[in-house]
């Protein structure tokens, strides 16, 4: 296998995101769950995305999660290795994005590192530096209430400046509409101020493209979906990569009972969850029960083992910022949201142990938690259910193929937990 770029993504949901728009743009592209085992079988491929989750632990451990990730990826021939990162920046002012991007920039031995968090398809958009979601800025939109991560500054330049050990330059947008020419100009002049990273600009979706082919020519890029799009664009245009559609393999039908699981918090998530309620049973989970014990999980999987020969159900931990809160006040964050996500790892492994082939998971950690229960090594990428959500058929596993959707919290519309369940059959 000889790839032609590779990407080390920090959780499974941005992951899949970064899967299904490289597929998209022509890329055959495999998602792996952790730094693959030698005796994997993957087929020939044009990307791998390599999904860790790093996004919330230890600094020391990020990084070398991430630089074992790269060291494979290079190793099956990726000259362009991506890290990819939430389109929010979800991190601490003590990382993980600057420790992370700082080790792989020296293994990779670049003078700079592009970086943006753009993706004007789903909102994301960076103007001078400063991140917006939707129409507004970061700290004003409901990442601010993220329960993990909130996030308090759109200052992308400042945020990266606090984690990183380099100096932080900017890539301003009048300079990314000149072209990517006028893009390396500007990086080599940050590089002679002795500047390591350069936050860049994206507003309009043409502006992936140019900041993809600029990219290209380094070792290392930083960035959501987006700039992964730019840079598929590039492979694609430059006569690297011969444009290719989705394996039809990836959507074979698997059959079988369904279910839904919710840990996100997100308004989005909240809110499909309450159109799913029109649909299908749905259980929500008693927090305080969930953090005394593993009795809850018991309850719903007795609950829904009683219903899913009859249909889809779902099973919400959501709840809204305000009962978040509570409960972390009480119990302490680490505490309460590693309880939940166990509970409905817990969940998960029993539903698939009585029968169930089709999953579809809201939420980026609750995703991470499912996986790595269920032990799946990697995804072969399908149709796309939402903006930055595929349908995803498990490989090399032992329990037998199924499909899953991984969802990070803020994605997808109304409806999705309708519109995926009819994607997967």
Avoid at 23 to 39: E, H, K, N
Avoid at 109 to 129: H, K, N
Avoid at 258 to 273: F, M, N, P, R, Y
């Amino acid at each position: 296998m000889t790839l032609k770029l590779g990407c080390v993504a920090d959780d499974y949901t941005g992951a899949s995101d970064l899967a299904n728009t490289l597929t998209r743009a022509g890329l055959r592209t495999v998602q792996t769950i952790g730094v693959p085992s030698d005796d994997l079988a993957l087929p020939e491929v044009d990307a791998v995305v390599v999904s860790l989750k790093s996004r919330s632990i230890e600094a020391a451990k990020a990084v070398a999660w991430s630089r074992d990730a790269d060291a494979w990826l290079r190793g099956r021939g990726a000259e362009h290795v991506l890290f990819k990162i939430c389109s929010t920046f979800d991190s601490t002012d003590a990382g993980n994005i600057g420790p992370v991007m700082d080790a792989l920039r020296a293994d990779a031995g670049d003078a700079i590192v592009l970086v943006t968090p753009a993706f004007p398809e789903t909102g994301r958009t960076v103007y001078q530096g400063n991140l917006f979601v939707g129409s507004v800025p970061l700290n004003e939109s409901p990442l601010k209430d993220h329960p993990l991560n909130p996030m308090h500054d759109a200052n992308l330049v400042r945020v990266l400046a606090r984690q990183s050990q380099t100096r932080i330059g900017l890539v301003n947008l009048a300079t990314v509409a000149r072209g990517a020419e006028a893009v390396r100009t500007r990086l080599a002049q940050l590089v002679s101020e002795g500047i390591g990273a350069a936050i860049v600009d994206a507003v309009f979706d043409a502006d992936l493209t140019t900041i993809g082919a600029a990219a290209l020519d380094h070792r290392v890029s930083v960035g959501a979906s987006g700039i992964g799009l730019g840079l598929a664009r590039a492979l694609v245009g430059s006569g690297r990569v011969v444009s290719a559609h989705a394996d039809a393999a990836a959507m074979a039908r698997v059959g079988g009972p369904a279910a839904c699981l919710a840990g996100s918090c997100s308004q989005a998530t909240l809110s499909q969850v309450a159109n799913a309620e029109k649909i299908m049973p749905v259980l929500h989970l008693d927090p305080e029960r969930v953090v005394e014990g593993p009795d809850e999980a018991r309850r719903a999987l007795g609950w829904a083992t009683d219903r899913l020969a009859d249909g889809p159900v779902l099973i919400a931990s959501s709840a809204t910022p305000d009962e978040v809160q509570t409960l972390q006040a009480r119990h302490g964050r680490e505490v309460a949201g590693y309880a939940i996500e166990q509970a409905m790892a817990d969940i998960a492994e029993g539903l698939v142990l009585g029968g169930v082939k089709r999953l579809v998971v809201a939420g980026g950690e609750t995703s991470g938690a499912v996986v790595d229960r269920l032990k799946i090594p990697g995804f072969l990428v399908g149709a796309e259910i939402a903006a930055g959500v595929p349908v995803l058929r498990t490989v090399g596993t032992q329990a037998g193929d199924m499909l899953l959707a991984l969802k990070s919290g803020n994605f997808g519309g109304p409806q999705f937990f309708a519109d995926a369940l009819r994607l997967m059959r």
